[in-house]
């Protein structure tokens, strides 16, 4: 542990520059950064681009290597790590023995830094290769920040062009920084580097297959201050990771008020269930939960049959799409109040169409989310986290298993495989009824199995008795479950109101009763092997 060394000289809470060192990736506004700094006095100090950058402009600057009197080598790898460099940050101002020390080996002080780093998260998330990577990641930057933020009680450390003009109204009405401001950047430094480093651990630890490292290491960049978060005495943010996986996060808002905490929970498990779906479909998210999904041959047919599922619950929702937003859909939801609406692109007339409906946020992503893509999901508790590989469970037909006496028949096992899709995507216990390409009826967030299926065959019934038909739509349809039917009595629910096939993992101690009930049915039923369990 170092010795603590203890000040015995002032030190003034008003610091005026000197001496400034701009070592920048991103050279937005450091021209006007560093006319500001040359303004009030100090010289500047930069290397490489940023020189020229401020020469340029007409700026006097001075070369680090000028200055330190060391030559940049090894492709400019080593350039600010020098003794001069980091002593002249470190060096306190306030400790006799430091300035002595200083004074003996020509040390100047240097009383900002204006570092932006190498864009390693760029290019991460442009699939560059792994030594393009590597090359990637700033070294010398990160030294200089944390050097100038430990001694931020006499340096002052920017690292986002954001920070700029707060420093430059510094130094036009004071002539310098205060302590607070520099306390308050040293943390912005500090948590700049920490999140850079986050995801340099988060690249090489899937480089290396490491699943469950030592340590976690998590970091993001403020998107959004939230009004509130889940409810209006709750503080929220959203902060994005870098993960250049299609979504909520990466995507472009063309219209509506800002996003809520709820809004952009929701608008990600809607997209994240829509896409899952390889034919046009639509999904419609309440409160995290599915209340209508459907696939058809175009995106307006799959709106209005992912709507009759359940539109009493879809007010107020999230609609995703997997397809270009057309006119015909959006006309048809700009006649219910959604709260957002988000898909990988927009034709020109939907967006005149959804145009009146202001307070509607629209999104545009660009592309779609791999389903099948390989990712972690993070949920905290107390005095933790809680980390998974996110579930791309996929069941194809080949992966059926038929355990009845009747086998499904191809309609049937068409909508197996989209209720199965659906269920991953509702809280457990989670049941879902599909028939022809659509959910007629979901169960989930029970405390029981039967519970659900009496939801989803209630919700089925209905949703058929408001439309005005003259039966339920149980009847014809099949049944999901993400996890095993435990006995025979939750199936029975599903059996008894018209429910022809069943879709779920398997594995249960009473497998035998259960596929027993299916058969004395007539009913055919198929096991996957696979639980989709979502809490």
Not at 37 to 53: R, Y
Not at 101 to 109: F, K, N, S
Not at 247 to 276: M, P, W
Not at 375 to 399: F, M, W
Request: net charge negative.
């Amino acid at each position: 542990m170092p010795a603590h060394v203890s000040g015995d000289l002032p030190l003034p809470d008003l610091v005026k520059p000197a001496r400034a060192l701009l070592s920048v990736y991103d050279k937005a506004g450091i021209v006007e950064l560093g006319r500001a700094l040359h303004t009030a006095g100090a010289e500047l100090l930069s290397t490489g681009g940023t020189a020229d950058t401020l020469r340029a402009a007409g700026l006097p600057v001075t070369e680090v290597a000028d200055y330190t009197g060391f030559p940049e080598m090894m492709d400019g790898r080593v350039k600010t790590l020098h003794p001069k460099i980091h002593g002249g940050l470190l060096g306190r101002r306030d400790s006799s023995s430091h300035q002595a020390a200083m004074q003996q080996h020509g040390i100047g002080p240097i009383d900002v830094v204006v570092v932006t780093l190498y864009p390693f998260e760029a290019t991460v998330a442009k699939g560059a290769d792994f030594d393009t990577c590597i090359e990637n990641i700033d070294i010398g930057g990160p030294s200089m920040i944390r050097s100038a933020a430990k001694n931020h009680a006499a340096v002052t450390v920017i690292t986002d062009p954001a920070d700029y003009a707060e420093v430059i109204a510094a130094l036009t009405d004071a002539g310098g920084t205060s302590l607070s401001l520099r306390r308050t950047l040293a943390a912005r430094a500090f948590t700049r580097t920490g999140a850079y480093d986050s995801g340099i651990s988060a690249w090489f630890n899937g480089q290396v297959s490491e699943a469950t490292p030592r340590q976690l290491a998590l970091g993001g960049a403020l998107k959004q201050t939230l009004r509130y978060g889940e409810n209006p005495h709750q503080q929220a943010a959203f902060y994005a990771t870098g993960d250049a996986r299609p979504g909520v996060a990466t995507a472009q808002q063309v219209q509506g008020k800002e996003l809520s905490y709820n809004n952009i929970n929701d608008t990600d498990a809607a997209f994240e269930l829509v896409a899952e779906l390889t034919e046009p479909g639509v999904a419609i998210i309440k409160h995290a939960n599915p209340c209508g999904v459907a696939i058809a041959p175009t995106l307006a047919e799959a709106y209005r049959r992912a709507l009759a599922c359940d539109p009493v619950s879809a007010f107020g929702g999230i609609i995703a799409v997997n397809r270009p937003l057309d006119k015909e859909t959006a006309l048809m939801i700009a006649d219910l109040f959604a709260e957002v609406v988000i898909a990988p692109a927009i034709e020109p007339e939907a967006t005149a169409a959804l145009a009146d409906k202001k307070n509607l946020r629209v999104l545009i992503t660009g592309a779609m989310p791999d389903p099948k893509e390989p990712g972690l999901t993070y949920r905290s508790v107390a005095g933790g986290v809680l980390v998974q590989s996110r579930d791309n469970g996929h069941v194809g037909a080949e992966a059926l298993q038929t355990v009845t006496k009747r086998a499904p028949t191809p309609a049937e096992v068409r909508d197996m495989l989209l209720a199965f899709t659906l269920v991953k995507h509702v809280k457990s216990n989670a049941i879902v009824l599909v028939k022809d390409g659509a959910a007629v009826g979901i169960g989930g967030g029970q405390t029981s199995r039967v519970d659900a299926a009496q939801q989803a065959v209630a919700r089925a019934a209905a949703m058929a008795q408001a439309a005005g038909e003259p039966q339920s739509r149980a009847i014809g349809a099949i049944v999901a479950s993400d996890a095993f039917f435990p006995f025979p009595d939750g199936l029975e629910v599903c059996l008894k109101a018209g429910v022809t096939a069943a879709i779920q993992p398997g594995g249960s101690k009473r497998d035998a009763e259960v596929i027993a009930a299916a058969d004395a049915a007539g009913a055919a039923m198929v096991f996957t092997g696979v639980r989709h369990f979502k809490h």
